[in-house]
């Protein structure tokens, strides 16, 4: 599945997310890429109550890791964005978290070398205007396409 939209709404964005939530398995590991205030969380954020989490979904930007139990299990959710920016990427930390989450759902995962050759989707999201986000989602294993 690969798909390039544009989002005229947070509530467009988080349908998205939602209709997206039905194609993910156990063991996927979905990039979330964008510029602050594209929509990350907000597609984070659907995606995870789509999934049935119960209460807040918020950005781990501060704690780098949230998890969540959810219908498909346990979900790790992290932001990289500060620990790149401080130089402090700790690759244990983040496989830690990964791999003891049946889903996992890194924001800015740029900092993250290596990163990209076990996940099985991306999901890119832009300012097309003030209004407007694009979104791009792009499976990238064969088990996904």
């Known amino acids: ?19 997206f939530a039905a194609e993910l398995n156990v063991g996927d590991l979905v990039l979330l890429e964008g510029d602050l205030g594209a929509g990350k969380t907000t597609f984070a954020r659907a995606l995870c109550q789509a999934l049935g989490v119960d209460g807040p979904v918020t950005s781990p930007t501060f704690g780098v ?7 498909i299990g346990r979900i790790a959710h992290l932001d990289l964005h500060r620990l ?5 990427f700790d690759r244990d930390l983040v496989d830690d978290e990964l791999d003891d989450a049946d889903l996992g759902l890194v924001e800015w995962p740029s900092g993250a070398p290596g ?7 991306r999901v890119q999201l832009g300012h097309a205007s003030p209004s407007e986000r694009t979104v791009r989602i792009e499976s990238l294993s064969e088990a996904t396409r």
């Open 1 to 19: 599945m690969n798909l390039d939209v544009v989002s005229r709404s947070p509530e467009q964005t988080a349908a998205l997310a939602t209709a």
């Open 65 to 71: 890791a949230h998890r969540y139990d959810a219908r």
């Open 84 to 88: 790149g920016e401080l130089g402090a």
């Open 115 to 121: 990163l990209e050759d076990r996940a099985t989707w």
